[in-house]
Protein backbone atom coordinates (compact mmCIF):
# COMPACT_ATOMS: atom_id res chain seq x y z
CA UNK A 1 0.00 0.00 0.00
CA UNK A 2 1.24 3.01 -1.35
CA UNK A 3 1.69 5.90 1.90
CA UNK A 4 0.46 9.11 0.79
CA UNK A 5 1.46 12.45 2.49
CA UNK A 6 0.14 15.46 3.17
CA UNK A 7 2.20 18.30 3.87
CA UNK A 8 0.67 21.36 5.62
CA UNK A 9 2.20 24.45 5.24
CA UNK A 10 1.70 26.48 7.89
CA UNK A 11 2.65 30.55 7.69
CA UNK A 12 1.60 33.52 8.89
CA UNK A 13 0.88 37.10 7.89
CA UNK A 14 2.44 40.00 9.72
CA UNK A 15 0.15 42.88 9.23
CA UNK A 16 2.04 46.32 10.31
CA UNK A 17 -0.79 48.62 11.16
CA UNK A 18 0.67 52.32 10.50
CA UNK A 19 -1.14 55.13 12.76
CA UNK A 20 -1.06 58.49 11.82
CA UNK A 21 0.86 61.10 13.78
CA UNK A 22 -0.92 63.45 16.10
CA UNK A 23 0.24 66.96 15.99
CA UNK A 24 0.90 69.02 19.10
CA UNK A 25 -1.50 71.88 19.24
CA UNK A 26 -0.39 75.60 19.28
CA UNK A 27 -2.29 78.68 19.88
CA UNK A 28 -2.31 82.13 18.53
CA UNK A 29 -4.53 85.48 18.95
CA UNK A 30 -4.86 88.38 17.04
CA UNK A 31 -7.25 91.67 16.10
CA UNK A 32 -9.44 90.13 14.14
CA UNK A 33 -11.77 93.41 13.50
CA UNK A 34 -9.66 96.47 13.28
CA UNK A 35 -10.93 98.96 16.16
CA UNK A 36 -13.52 101.63 14.91
CA UNK A 37 -12.23 105.22 13.76
CA UNK A 38 -13.84 107.72 16.29
CA UNK A 39 -15.38 110.57 15.34
CA UNK A 40 -17.24 113.07 17.62
CA UNK A 41 -18.62 116.68 17.84
CA UNK A 42 -18.18 118.59 21.52
CA UNK A 43 -20.46 119.71 23.47
CA UNK A 44 -20.54 122.59 26.23
CA UNK A 45 -23.06 120.94 28.46
CA UNK A 46 -22.90 117.49 28.33
CA UNK A 47 -20.49 114.69 27.97
CA UNK A 48 -20.39 113.42 24.19
CA UNK A 49 -19.99 109.93 23.82
CA UNK A 50 -19.67 107.13 20.60
CA UNK A 51 -19.87 103.03 20.94
CA UNK A 52 -17.03 101.88 19.14
CA UNK A 53 -15.90 97.52 19.25
CA UNK A 54 -13.25 95.67 17.90
CA UNK A 55 -13.00 91.77 17.51
CA UNK A 56 -10.24 89.18 19.24
CA UNK A 57 -9.82 85.88 17.63
CA UNK A 58 -8.14 82.98 19.13
CA UNK A 59 -7.09 79.51 16.78
CA UNK A 60 -5.87 76.20 18.25
CA UNK A 61 -4.35 74.00 15.75
CA UNK A 62 -3.56 70.69 16.32
CA UNK A 63 -4.70 68.60 18.71
CA UNK A 64 -4.14 68.94 22.71
CA UNK A 65 -5.37 69.90 26.01
CA UNK A 66 -8.05 72.05 26.74
CA UNK A 67 -6.16 75.79 27.46
CA UNK A 68 -7.71 79.20 29.06
CA UNK A 69 -6.21 82.29 27.21
CA UNK A 70 -6.03 85.55 29.07
CA UNK A 71 -5.76 88.70 27.38
CA UNK A 72 -5.54 92.69 27.37
CA UNK A 73 -5.91 95.19 24.68
CA UNK A 74 -4.70 98.22 25.90
CA UNK A 75 -5.01 101.92 24.04
CA UNK A 76 -1.96 104.11 23.61
CA UNK A 77 -2.51 107.87 24.67
CA UNK A 78 -2.29 108.88 20.75
CA UNK A 79 0.34 111.12 19.22
CA UNK A 80 -0.46 114.48 21.41
CA UNK A 81 -1.14 113.45 25.12
CA UNK A 82 -0.37 115.66 28.24
CA UNK A 83 0.28 112.83 30.41
CA UNK A 84 -1.79 110.39 30.61
CA UNK A 85 -4.91 112.50 28.96
CA UNK A 86 -5.32 112.08 25.44
CA UNK A 87 -5.53 115.19 23.18
CA UNK A 88 -6.84 115.77 18.92
CA UNK A 89 -4.64 118.83 17.92
CA UNK A 90 -4.44 121.21 15.14
CA UNK A 91 -1.57 123.71 14.24
CA UNK A 92 -0.66 124.17 17.84
CA UNK A 93 -4.14 123.90 19.52
CA UNK A 94 -5.65 120.83 21.75
CA UNK A 95 -9.23 119.51 22.54
CA UNK A 96 -9.39 116.93 25.54
CA UNK A 97 -11.04 113.42 24.79
CA UNK A 98 -10.19 109.47 25.98
CA UNK A 99 -11.29 106.27 25.81
CA UNK A 100 -13.85 104.83 28.36
CA UNK A 101 -15.66 101.88 29.41
CA UNK A 102 -18.83 103.35 29.29
CA UNK A 103 -20.82 105.76 27.62
CA UNK A 104 -21.08 108.25 31.00
CA UNK A 105 -17.12 108.79 30.44
CA UNK A 106 -16.62 107.93 34.01
CA UNK A 107 -13.81 104.82 33.74
CA UNK A 108 -10.99 104.80 31.57
CA UNK A 109 -10.85 101.68 29.32
CA UNK A 110 -8.87 98.82 29.39
CA UNK A 111 -9.85 95.52 27.56
CA UNK A 112 -9.40 92.66 29.36
CA UNK A 113 -10.98 89.49 28.44
CA UNK A 114 -10.41 85.51 28.49
CA UNK A 115 -11.35 82.15 25.86
CA UNK A 116 -11.64 79.18 27.42
CA UNK A 117 -9.91 76.69 24.43
CA UNK A 118 -11.37 72.91 24.75
CA UNK A 119 -9.36 69.73 24.54
CA UNK A 120 -9.67 67.65 21.33
CA UNK A 121 -8.78 69.02 18.02
CA UNK A 122 -8.40 72.46 16.32
CA UNK A 123 -10.80 75.10 17.52
CA UNK A 124 -11.37 78.85 16.85
CA UNK A 125 -13.00 81.42 19.03
CA UNK A 126 -13.86 85.34 18.40
CA UNK A 127 -14.59 87.86 21.57
CA UNK A 128 -16.40 91.40 20.70
CA UNK A 129 -14.94 94.31 22.85
CA UNK A 130 -17.20 97.63 22.71
CA UNK A 131 -15.50 100.92 24.50
CA UNK A 132 -16.71 104.80 24.35
CA UNK A 133 -14.53 107.34 23.04
CA UNK A 134 -15.78 110.35 24.89
CA UNK A 135 -15.31 113.99 24.72
CA UNK A 136 -15.85 115.82 28.11
CA UNK A 137 -17.87 119.14 28.45
CA UNK A 138 -17.31 122.27 29.42
CA UNK A 139 -13.54 122.57 29.03
CA UNK A 140 -12.34 125.72 29.73
CA UNK A 141 -9.53 127.61 26.79
CA UNK A 142 -11.08 125.32 23.40
CA UNK A 143 -9.79 126.23 20.79
CA UNK A 144 -10.95 127.58 17.67
CA UNK A 145 -13.55 126.18 15.65
CA UNK A 146 -12.51 123.36 13.70
CA UNK A 147 -11.44 119.67 13.37
CA UNK A 148 -8.87 118.13 15.29
CA UNK A 149 -7.40 114.78 14.76
CA UNK A 150 -5.14 112.12 16.49
CA UNK A 151 -4.30 108.50 15.93
CA UNK A 152 -4.69 105.81 18.91
CA UNK A 153 -3.36 102.02 18.85
CA UNK A 154 -4.93 99.38 20.39
CA UNK A 155 -1.81 96.23 21.52
CA UNK A 156 -3.38 92.88 22.20
CA UNK A 157 -1.38 91.01 24.72
CA UNK A 158 -1.92 87.52 26.68
CA UNK A 159 0.03 86.70 29.44
CA UNK A 160 -0.59 83.01 28.67
CA UNK A 161 2.35 80.82 28.34
CA UNK A 162 2.26 78.85 24.60
CA UNK A 163 0.23 81.80 22.48
CA UNK A 164 1.61 83.62 20.52
CA UNK A 165 0.02 87.17 18.93
CA UNK A 166 -0.54 87.26 15.07
CA UNK A 167 -1.89 89.74 12.93
CA UNK A 168 -1.94 93.80 13.08
CA UNK A 169 -0.26 94.78 16.64
CA UNK A 170 -0.87 97.19 17.81
CA UNK A 171 -3.93 97.99 15.30
CA UNK A 172 -4.42 101.50 14.81
CA UNK A 173 -7.27 104.14 14.85
CA UNK A 174 -8.17 107.86 14.05
CA UNK A 175 -9.97 109.93 15.75
CA UNK A 176 -11.74 113.35 14.78
CA UNK A 177 -13.17 115.93 17.50
CA UNK A 178 -15.43 119.03 15.88
CA UNK A 179 -15.23 122.01 17.40
CA UNK A 180 -18.62 123.76 16.18
CA UNK A 181 -18.98 127.03 16.09
CA UNK A 182 -21.35 127.52 19.39
CA UNK A 183 -22.53 131.14 21.36
CA UNK A 184 -25.35 130.72 23.83
CA UNK A 185 -26.67 133.07 26.73
CA UNK A 186 -25.26 130.38 29.69
CA UNK A 187 -26.87 132.85 32.20
CA UNK A 188 -30.07 135.10 31.61
CA UNK A 189 -30.19 139.04 32.12
CA UNK A 190 -31.99 139.57 35.82
CA UNK A 191 -34.16 142.83 35.90
CA UNK A 192 -33.35 146.10 35.25
CA UNK A 193 -35.19 147.70 38.51
CA UNK A 194 -35.77 151.67 38.59
CA UNK A 195 -36.64 152.70 41.80
CA UNK A 196 -37.86 156.74 40.37
CA UNK A 197 -39.27 159.41 42.37
CA UNK A 198 -41.42 162.21 40.31
CA UNK A 199 -39.25 165.27 39.29
CA UNK A 200 -36.62 163.36 40.54
CA UNK A 201 -33.60 166.06 40.85
CA UNK A 202 -31.26 163.54 39.66
CA UNK A 203 -30.86 161.02 36.67
CA UNK A 204 -31.31 156.91 38.07
CA UNK A 205 -29.54 154.10 37.15
CA UNK A 206 -29.91 150.21 37.58
CA UNK A 207 -28.46 147.84 35.69
CA UNK A 208 -28.68 143.70 35.73
CA UNK A 209 -25.92 140.83 34.67
CA UNK A 210 -26.07 138.29 32.47
CA UNK A 211 -23.59 135.59 31.08
CA UNK A 212 -22.39 134.44 27.64
CA UNK A 213 -20.41 130.98 26.21
CA UNK A 214 -18.92 131.15 23.12
CA UNK A 215 -16.47 128.83 21.62
CA UNK A 216 -12.84 130.24 21.42
CA UNK A 217 -11.69 132.79 19.18
CA UNK A 218 -15.23 133.15 18.07
CA UNK A 219 -16.31 136.86 17.25
CA UNK A 220 -19.75 137.83 18.00
CA UNK A 221 -22.41 140.68 18.94
CA UNK A 222 -24.72 141.34 21.53
CA UNK A 223 -28.11 143.73 21.10
CA UNK A 224 -31.33 144.57 22.34
CA UNK A 225 -34.30 144.91 20.56
CA UNK A 226 -34.61 148.72 21.64
CA UNK A 227 -32.25 150.90 23.61
CA UNK A 228 -34.84 153.81 24.64
CA UNK A 229 -38.43 153.16 25.72
CA UNK A 230 -41.15 154.93 27.96
CA UNK A 231 -42.28 152.52 31.02
CA UNK A 232 -45.24 154.10 33.43
CA UNK A 233 -44.68 157.72 31.45
CA UNK A 234 -40.89 158.32 32.33
CA UNK A 235 -38.08 157.35 29.39
CA UNK A 236 -34.99 155.32 29.71
CA UNK A 237 -32.71 154.06 28.14
CA UNK A 238 -30.21 150.88 27.80
CA UNK A 239 -26.76 150.40 26.77
CA UNK A 240 -24.78 147.13 26.81
CA UNK A 241 -20.97 146.91 28.59
CA UNK A 242 -18.10 144.84 30.12
CA UNK A 243 -18.69 146.81 33.60
CA UNK A 244 -21.82 148.51 35.49
CA UNK A 245 -21.55 151.79 33.71
CA UNK A 246 -22.37 153.00 30.49
CA UNK A 247 -21.78 151.09 27.74
CA UNK A 248 -22.49 150.85 23.71
CA UNK A 249 -25.08 148.90 21.17
CA UNK A 250 -24.50 146.48 20.19
CA UNK A 251 -21.59 145.12 21.62
CA UNK A 252 -18.85 143.13 19.59
CA UNK A 253 -16.65 140.43 21.88
CA UNK A 254 -14.59 137.33 21.28
CA UNK A 255 -15.33 133.99 22.79
CA UNK A 256 -13.09 132.39 25.10
CA UNK A 257 -14.92 128.90 25.27
CA UNK A 258 -15.65 130.03 29.08
CA UNK A 259 -18.90 131.69 30.47
CA UNK A 260 -18.15 136.02 29.85
CA UNK A 261 -20.09 138.58 31.93
CA UNK A 262 -21.48 141.46 30.60
CA UNK A 263 -23.74 144.40 31.88
CA UNK A 264 -27.03 145.51 30.77
CA UNK A 265 -26.80 149.38 32.01
CA UNK A 266 -30.24 151.76 31.89
CA UNK A 267 -31.09 155.40 32.76
CA UNK A 268 -33.72 157.49 34.04
CA UNK A 269 -33.24 161.41 32.98
CA UNK A 270 -33.98 163.92 36.13
CA UNK A 271 -37.25 165.99 35.89
CA UNK A 272 -39.75 163.37 34.96
CA UNK A 273 -43.56 163.24 36.34
CA UNK A 274 -44.14 159.93 35.25
CA UNK A 275 -48.38 158.60 34.94
CA UNK A 276 -49.01 157.02 38.43
CA UNK A 277 -52.06 158.11 40.24
CA UNK A 278 -51.40 156.55 43.37
CA UNK A 279 -48.53 156.69 45.95
CA UNK A 280 -46.59 154.64 44.21
CA UNK A 281 -47.20 152.33 41.39
CA UNK A 282 -45.18 149.39 39.39
CA UNK A 283 -45.17 148.79 36.08
CA UNK A 284 -42.67 147.27 33.62
CA UNK A 285 -41.57 146.00 29.92
CA UNK A 286 -39.94 142.90 28.38
CA UNK A 287 -37.01 143.21 26.65
CA UNK A 288 -35.37 140.88 23.82
CA UNK A 289 -31.49 140.29 24.34
CA UNK A 290 -30.22 139.10 21.15
CA UNK A 291 -26.69 137.52 20.38
CA UNK A 292 -25.23 136.61 16.76
CA UNK A 293 -22.46 134.62 15.51
Known amino acids: ?38 SQTYS ?15 IKTGNGGALTINYTVTPSNGLWASGAQNRAALSGNFINYDIYTDATCTTAWSGTGSMAMPGGGPATITQALTYFGCVPMAQPGLPPPATYGDTVTMTLATTT ?16 VVVPAVCTISTLPGTVAFTYTAFSAAAVAANT ?5 CSNL ?9 TTDVVGGLNYSLALNTSGTGGVHPLAST ?11 GTMPAGQAGTCATASCLTSQVRTLTITY
Not at 161 to 176: D, E, K, L, M, R
Open 1 to 38: MKLKSIQLLLFSVLLVFAGGAWAAATYSCNISTLPNNY
Open 44 to 58: GLSNSSTSLSLSITC
Open 161 to 176: AGVTITGTNPAPFTVS
Open 209 to 213: TFQST
Open 218 to 226: LPYTMSLDA
Open 255 to 265: GTGAAQTFYIN
